[in-house]
């Protein structure tokens, strides 16, 4: 039972332009939000997270938005960035919940 | 200088066979975590351990035993080994504070014959 999901298993972006990565959660005692990215043979690595109270939270090129009536949030990479290419994974977790529920992850690539 | 460092990052055995993994960090977090990867690439939790106590245990078959001889240590033993073990996974940390981030090691690629 997914709590997390990612439905778009895979998105392709041109270099300089906005990529939009979609998540959507169906447990409503979640109240804190991450994006992970990852590389090939490594472990993923923390890119940005938003806390319930706050429906965006920016961090350069990195801006993560949070729609809770909808449980719903996305991460914008602007400009997208060959380094960009990687899985992005969107992670959920409740209060006083040490547990990470991660939905199954968006493969971006960037085309030059 | 590697922060959450796993050993071995790709350990091959025979079904029925006992063996460990074992995960590091140097970090000086108080929070350990195992993650099982598997073929369908969901993060899923296993085990996880807040100064040496046992705080989440999913449900896993008891064949898998983690172990924390101390803060920066958290191994995982796994016994009898089956195909269905088949996954990659990945060691993690964070400070107990329940809003840091979990920083990953790079996992372990286990394949069962």
């Known amino acids: 039972d997914q709590q997390v999901k990612q439905n778009s298993p895979s998105l392709s972006v041109q270099e300089g332009r906005i990529s939009i990565l979609n998540c959507d959660y169906t447990n409503s005692m979640f109240d804190y939000f991450l994006w992970y990215k990852k590389y090939p043979a490594e472990g993923p690595t923390f890119l940005i997270s938003?806390?319930?109270?706050?429906d965006k939270n920016e961090d350069g090129r990195f801006t993560v938005f949070l729609n809770k009536s909808a449980k719903h949030l996305s991460l914008h990479i602007v400009p997208s960035q060959p380094g960009d290419s990687a899985v992005y994974f969107c992670a959920a977790a409740a209060a006083n919940d040490y547990k990470l529920s991660f939905g199954a992850g968006t493969t971006v690539t960037v085309r030059a | 200088d590697t922060a959450v460092s796993q050993t071995p990052k790709y350990l091959v055995t025979q079904m029925g066979n006992d063996k460990s993994i074992k995960c590091e960090q140097n970090l000086g977090h108080d929070t350990m975590y195992w993650y099982k990867q598997d073929s369908k690439k969901f993060l899923k939790i296993m085990f996880s351990y807040n100064n040496k106590e046992l705080i989440i245990n999913e449900t896993v078959p008891n064949r898998f035993s983690p172990k924390s001889p101390d803060k920066a240590h958290l191994n995982l033993h796994i016994n009898s080994l089956e195909l269905g073990d088949s996954a990659v996974y990945f060691c993690a940390s964070s400070q107990g504070n329940l809003r840091q981030p979990q920083h990953f090691g790079d996992g372990t690629r286990l394949s069962i014959l």
């Open positions: 938003i806390s319930s109270i706050k």
